[in-house]
T-cell receptor, first 115, second 111 residues
Framework: GAVVSQHPSRVICKSGTSVKIECRSL??????MFWYRQFPKQSLMLMAT?????????EQGVEKDKFLINHASLTLSTLTVTSAHPEDSSFYIC???????????FGPGTRLLVL | SQQGEEDPQALSIQEGENATMNCSYK?????LQWYRQNSGRGLVHLIL?????REKHSGRLRVTLDTSKKSSSLLITASRAADTASYFC???????????FGGGTRLMVKP
C-alpha cells in the first residue's frame, strides 16, 4: 500500500529555534497533504492543508507565520515550526489522501520537544 | 475542531472478550472511518463506512452507522493483547477528504 514517511521521527530543540519536519509520499503523488498536531492522550487536530504549488490553508487558531508550510513538489511537504516554544512540544503527523480520495495514509509522526 | 465524542474514553478488557467503542458526530457526512494508533505512532486505517451503508465487516471488526442518530460503533470481537491501542473515528465531509477526528478510545486488552 501507499507509504508516507516523516523526518525526523524525534527532535529536541532549544526554545527560540526553528524546526523543519518533512513529509514524503514514497510511491505516489500527493497534490494535497494534511498536517495534524496531537497532544498527549488527545486526538488529532488538523492544523493546515498543504497544497502543491499554492499557499497552505490554515485552520482557525493556527498561526500561519509560526507554522510555515511548503509543498514544493508532488511528493514532499514541509512544516517549519518557527521560534519554537515549550508549548509547541507535541506529536506532529502528516497524511496524504489515497487514490480513492476517501481514506488517508498517515506518516509515522514526529515528536517535537522544545526545552 | 473535533467533530464529536467517542465513548468510552478508555476501555480495559480481558483477551478473548469483545470491545465496543462508540462515536458520535455533529454534521452531515459522506463517510465515517475508523483508525487505530499504537502509542507514539502514526494512524492506520481500519475500515470505512459510507453514509448510505448501515453495517460493514472486516475480519474481527464490525462497524455500524446510524446517520439518524449521527453515531457509529466499532466492535472488535475475540480481542487480543495486540489490539491494545487507541482507536479514533474520523468523518469525511463535503470539503474533500479532510478528516475530522473524534476524541478517541484507549483500549487495553489484558492477556
Amino acid at each position: 500500500g501507499a507509504v508516507v514517511s516523516q523526518h525526523p521521527s524525534r527532535v529536541i530543540c532549544k526554545s527560540g529555534t526553528s524546526v523543519k519536519i518533512e513529509c514524503r509520499s514514497l510511491d505516489f503523488q500527493a497534490t494535497t497533504m494534511f498536517w495534524y498536531r496531537q497532544f498527549p492522550k488527545q486526538s488529532l487536530m488538523l492544523m493546515a492543508t498543504s497544497n502543491e504549488g499554492s499557499k497552505a490553508t490554515y485552520e482557525q487558531g493556527v498561526e500561519k507565520d509560526k507554522f510555515l508550510i511548503n509543498h514544493a513538489s508532488l511528493t514532499l511537504s514541509t512544516l517549519t515550526v518557527t521560534s519554537a516554544h515549550p508549548e509547541d512540544s507535541s506529536f506532529y503527523i502528516c497524511s496524504a489522501p489515497g487514490t480513492t480520495q476517501e481514506t488517508q495514509y498517515f506518516g509515522p509522526g514526529t515528536r517535537l520537544l522544545v526545552l | 475542531s473535533q467533530q464529536g465524542e467517542e465513548d468510552p474514553q478508555a476501555l480495559s478488557i480481558q483477551e478473548g472478550e469483545n470491545a465496543t467503542m462508540n462515536c458520535s458526530y455533529k454534521t452531515s457526512i459522506n463517510n465515517l472511518q475508523w483508525y487505530r494508533q499504537n502509542s507514539g505512532r502514526g494512524l492506520v486505517h481500519l475500515i470505512l463506512i459510507r453514509s448510505n451503508e448501515r453495517e460493514k465487516h472486516s475480519g474481527r471488526l464490525r462497524v455500524t452507522l446510524d446517520t439518524s442518530k449521527k453515531s457509529s460503533s466499532l466492535l472488535i470481537t475475540a480481542s487480543r493483547a495486540a489490539d491494545t491501542a487507541s482507536y479514533f473515528c474520523a468523518t469525511g465531509g463535503n470539503a474533500g477528504n479532510m478528516l475530522t477526528f473524534g476524541g478517541g478510545t484507549r483500549l487495553m486488552v489484558k492477556p
